[in-house]
């Protein structure tokens, strides 16, 4: 599922994102382990992001793990 688990807006107005489960979007995809950051081309009513993934769970030895928040301080 894409359901948002956590989100953090840098200074930057970058947005990371964990969900609750599997995700897609154009430039990433993973799990709900996972963080993702959208690098938006506009916000406002209409958003749009350049996405692309920022931390893999299994990668780091937290495969079948679920991010149930963030916190990005940069």
């Known amino acids: 599922s894409e359901d ?3 989100v953090s807006v ?3 107005s970058d947005i ?3 969900t ?3 995700f897609t979007v154009s430039g990433a995809s993973g799990g709900g382990g996972d963080i993702f950051v959208c690098t938006p081309g506009s916000t406002g009513a209409t958003t749009s992001c ?3 993934l ?3 769970a299994s ?3 937290y495969g079948g793990e679920l991010m149930d ?3 990005i301080d940069n």
């Open 16 to 18: 990371y994102l964990t």
């Open 59 to 61: 990668a780091n030895g």
């Open 54 to 56: 920022c931390w893999s």
């Open 10 to 12: 840098d200074a930057l």
């Open 50 to 52: 350049s996405f692309s």
């Open 69 to 71: 928040g963030l916190f």
């Open 4 to 6: 948002i688990n956590g």
């Open 20 to 22: 609750n489960g599997s």
